[in-house]
């Protein structure tokens, strides 16, 4: 049973309560929450509900039939854990990295570095290691503890490492911000009543031969006076043999059933093996997981713990982007602190740092803070807005969308552009699902009325032909037009916009996934006012135009082949004012400082009439 108490109830009202529930037979543990405070009473309940009502302090009575009972979903508790400034368990999805064990300071280092360059906040790597084998390496202790100090120094990374005994949980708080319990430990009830003990957030990880039901229990010997618990799945003993262990999904919407408790996967442990990391780590996103533990080494073959399991930084930049381009899908966003260098190093001060055409919960909104991570980007009516925003310095950067791999180029934004002298500094390439969303209530056979913005309309086609009554609507904006219809109160009006949409401005969801294909991206260039080119910059991006005489364009592509630079786009614009002649927008493969690509850019004035390169950047 959990007692929900007044926020009010005093100290001493909560002691007469608590010695009337022991008089009757029950053992309680009081949880004072900042939103709320509870008791968990725990035995034989033999008083009435009337009776307990009866307290002045008691707000409400929740009955649990599970036997764990803070770890239940019926108590109420928020389903959220905080670390440092992410609540794990909203929708920041929370990618944790690093080596198995701590190593050496040079490799912890160089992971912690290259990590944070990718945007991982949190850092990982055992100090005390338990492995299966008292020969193997067992961690640098202590030692390791200082190092993991020294990268968070370092990176402003936090920090999560395994504590294997109780008697070592203050040592390794004092150097960690999250304490991991490892598989083996999962039901060492001295060491969870000792974390139990600490101001830190646990990572409980399940124990090789767990059931959910006993790592829920174990998880409650924590939550009595540590309601900051996260269960890592991590792969179960099973029969099969291909795997090092079984990584239970099935799990992760279990979990989410039972518990309030956020939820993650570590899918090195669960595999074993470096090539189903990724995999899995999508499906782990996808089963609805909160985050991922995963260990990546600088040199995973000569790793001395779990090397075969252990992601290259290439594989992880890889991973990252992969759940980058699904969680929007299911309504999540990575969380990555990656920053454009500028924005971190910037001294002047802009109005604001980034600005996107729509309304809060548009694509582009959310293309710009899978970009940019902490920032507040500004909407503005239209996509010229954003060019004069950027252009006039009231905004360092703007983000708009420019191809969509259904429907097309954003024409007026290859025009924009050009006319004015803006450069391209970043790309986003995000995944759109879109959705047909009412005022709640609505239902889809009342719908006389359809908005949406026109790309969301072409990438919806087969859908909006199933429905060839609705009046179609072209608005300026996605979520523009969900903030339309709730103005409006329509009740015979839906629009298509992002379950992101849906949720900023409370409005029921009456068809998911309405897009004809669910390969539907969309690519966001970043705009600034100056070029950026730095050792990241992998793709350059130009536009010109040619005399109009036989053979023009040939001869660019031409010189292009000759110099061995791959084309990976190529799109033609009519020219404003001279109909029937064209200009070619066109992006390379390749670092504009590149000897290939400089070259190209030496002689292709001789081809050309106009040459502007619009910018170089890192590909997404
Ligand atoms: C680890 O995370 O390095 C570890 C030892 O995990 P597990 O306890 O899941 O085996
Ligand atoms: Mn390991």
Known sequence: ??????????????????SWLHDHGTVTTVIRGEERSVIAVIGAIHFSGKELESHSVVLEVLRISQPYKIASRESGFAPQVKIGNVLVGGPKFLVMAGPCAVESREILLETARR???????????????????????????????????????????????????ADKVDLVARYADILQVGARNMQNFDLLKAVAEVDRPVILKRGLAATIDEWLMGAEYILGRNQKVILCERGIRTFETKTRNTLDLNAVPVLKELTHLPVIVDPSHGTGVRRYVLPMSLASMGAGADGLL????????????????????????????????????????????????????????????VVYQGEPGAFSETAALAFFGDVKPVGVPAFPNVFEKVASGESAYGVVPIENSLAGSINQNYDLLLEFDLSIVGEVKLRVSHNLLANRGVREK??????????????????????????????????????????????DAA????????????????????????QNYTRFVVIAKEPRVHDRCDKTSVVFTTPNKPGALF??????????????????????????????????????ESPNVSAVLGVLPECTETLKVLGCYPSA
């Not at 086609?461 to 060839?468: A, E, G, Q, S, Y």
């Not at 629009?495 to 669910?518: F, G, M």
Request: proline residues 6%; negative net charge.
């Open 294 to 353: 995963i260990e990546v080494h600088p040199d995973p073959d000569h790793a001395l713990s779990d090397g075969a399991q252990s992601l290259t930084f290439a594989e992880l930049q890889r991973l990252l982007k992969a759940l980058q381009s699904m969680a929007p899908v299911v309504g999540r966003e990575l969380e990555l602190s990656w920053r454009h260098p500028e924005i971190a190093t910037s001294s002047a001060s802009p109005k604001t740092q």
């Open 1 to 18: 049973m959990i007692i929900v108490l007044r926020q009010d109830a005093s100290p001493r009202e909560i002691a007469d309560l608590e």
């Open 446 to 491: 009342d719908i006389k009325k359809l908005y949406g913005h026109p790309q969301a309309l072409a990438q919806c086609d087969r859908f909006l032909r199933l429905h060839p009554d609705w009046t179609v609507y072209q608005t300026y904006d996605t979520a523009g037009s969900v903030k339309m219809i709730k103005e409006q109160e329509a009740s």
């Open 555 to 592: 001869a660019v592509l031409q010189l292009i082949a000759n110099h061995e630079v791959n084309l990976v786009k190529l799109e033609s614009r009519p020219i404003p004012g001279r109909p029937w002649e064209y200009m070619f927008y066109m992006d390379w493969e390749g670092n504009i």
């Open 115 to 165: 990590l944070s360059e990718m945007g991982v906040t949190v850092l990982r790597g055992g100090a005390f290691k338990p492995r299966t084998s008292p020969y193997s390496f067992q961690g640098l202790g202590e030692e390791g503890l200082k190092l993991l100090a020294e990268a968070r120094e370092e990176t402003g990374m936090l920090v999560v490492t395994e504590v294997m005994t």
């Open 495 to 518: 629009a298509i916009a992002s379950l992101q949409a849906a949720k900023i401005y409370d409005v029921d969801v009456l068809a998911e996934a309405i897009e004809d294909n669910p």
